[in-house]
């Protein structure tokens, strides 16, 4: 009966994590968006490519087009919140049962993890090492580190404490 109910709990914890993890991931990427537009609209850009941008590495010059794109915003969206929540779904699997301290100072270190994820992997992977350049390195891991640290902050109510996952624990065994 124990291993019944331990079971039940990892499953439960699996799935608070993996949903936890997404949904941070989901509001990380709105950050990120929600940045790219301030920040556009601060230089006197276009805002269209803060929408437009994450699709370069599949419509490359295409989504640099100045003004209003359907297909590249379509695409550009979907690629940052695909991987924004892929990039949530990792964290919350790594600090799941953390403390919330901990869990907040590892979204800082997360941001450039994920920076380096992005600049050294995933675009080389993909060909476009150029858009890893193409961002100022100081602001590309400023806007990665605000990355972290809000999925970091969104993660925290579905975050159990040390606390919580021992009584758990103990409750399964019992």
């Not at 079971?7 to 991931?25: H, I």
């Not at 695909?82 to 990039?87: Q, S």
């Not at 040390?162 to 409750?171: D, H, K, T, V």
Request: net charge positive; glycine share 10%.
């Amino acid at each position: 009966m124990c291993n019944v109910v331990a079971m039940a709990v990892k499953r439960l914890e699996w799935r608070t994590a993996t949903g936890g993890g997404a949904l941070a991931g989901f509001i990380g990427g709105l950050a990120l968006s929600v940045w790219g537009v301030l920040v556009a609209v601060a230089q006197r850009q276009d805002v269209w490519l803060a929408f437009k941008g994450p699709a370069s590495a599949l419509l490359g010059r295409r989504a640099s087009d100045p003004g209003f794109e359907p297909v590249a915003i379509a695409l550009g969206l979907s690629s940052r919140f695909a991987l924004a929540v892929a990039w949530g779904v990792l964290f919350a699997f790594v600090v799941h049962g953390w403390s919330r301290w901990a869990t907040l100072a590892f979204g800082v270190l997360y941001g450039v993890l994920v920076w380096l994820g992005m600049a050294y992997a995933l675009l080389p992977l993909f060909g476009h090492e150029e858009l890893a350049r193409a961002v100022p390195f100081a602001r590309a891991v400023a806007e990665h580190v605000l990355y972290g640290v809000v999925v970091a902050a969104s993660y925290l109510p579905v975050q159990p404490s040390p606390r919580e996952r021992r009584r758990a624990a103990a409750r399964a065994r019992a």
